[in-house]
C-alpha cells in the first residue's frame, strides 16, 4: 500500500482543514488507518484511527468532538476532518496504515506511511 497525504495549509484558530489521504496498491480494503501528527521537538503521536470497515474509530482526548475521520473504500481514501482547530494543532499529519481489522495508537505498529502534509494553525 502506498499512501499520499494532502490537504494541509495555514489556517486561522477556529477554522478548518480536511486532510485526505489517497491510497495506492492491493490492501486498502483491508487495512485499518491511521492519522499521526509531529510538531518540531516532539514525538509522532496518535491523532485518529479507522478499522478496515469503518465500522470502529478511535480519537486522541486532544481531538475528540473537534477531528473526523472517515474512510470511503470505493475511492481508497481516508479523510480527515478539523474544526475548531488549534494553534497547538499545528504539526505534519501523517497518514498510516496496518493490516489489521482494528487501528492501534502506536506508530510502530503500522507498516504503510505517507509522507505527511503540513499543517500550521495561527493565532
Known amino acids: 500500500v502506498q499512501l499520499q497525504a494532502s490537504g494541509g495549509g495555514l489556517v486561522q484558530a477556529g477554522g478548518s482543514l480536511r486532510l485526505s489521504c489517497a491510497a495506492s496498491?492491493?490492501?486498502?480494503?483491508?487495512?485499518?488507518l491511521g492519522w499521526f501528527r509531529q510538531a518540531p521537538g516532539k514525538e509522532r503521536e496518535f491523532v485518529t484511527g479507522?478499522?478496515?470497515?469503518?465500522?470502529?474509530?478511535r480519537y486522541a482526548d486532544s481531538v475528540k468532538g473537534r477531528f473526523t475521520i472517515s474512510r470511503d473504500n470505493a475511492k481508497n481514501t481516508m479523510y480527515l476532518q478539523m474544526n475548531s482547530l488549534k494553534p497547538e494543532d499545528t504539526a505534519v499529519y501523517y497518514c498510516?496504515?496496518?493490516?489489521?481489522?482494528?487501528?492501534?495508537?502506536?506508530?510502530?505498529?503500522?507498516?504503510?506511511w505517507g509522507q505527511g502534509t503540513q499543517v500550521t494553525v495561527s493565532s
Open positions: 498510516a496504515a496496518l493490516s489489521g481489522m482494528v487501528p492501534t495508537t502506536t506508530p510502530g505498529a503500522y507498516r504503510y
Open positions: 496498491g492491493r490492501g486498502f480494503g483491508v487495512s485499518s
Open positions: 479507522i478499522s478496515w470497515s469503518a465500522g470502529s474509530t
